[in-house]
């Protein structure tokens, strides 16, 4: 992508997954974009989750992402 290009979540989401080197690096989305299409759009291009800020507490927030890390 050219560098004066700017990328949103979904953007970069798209980028990494058609990489070959960052396929596989598990996203978890964290937005207050609570959109249908949005989610759909996240979750079709391979984001393991789709977190709507405003509906979790920080806490939830960690315990959600938690299986996700090692």
Known sequence: LPVDKVMQGLD?????KQNHKTKDIPVILL???????????GVKLGAKDYITKA???P????????????
């Open 59 to 70: 806490q939830q927030i960690v315990d959600k992402v938690k299986p996700f890390i090692s």
């Open 55 to 57: 509906y979790y507490t």
């Open 31 to 41: 937005t207050n974009d609570w959109k249908t299409e949005s989610v759909e759009k």
């Open 12 to 16: 970069v989401l798209q980028a990494l």
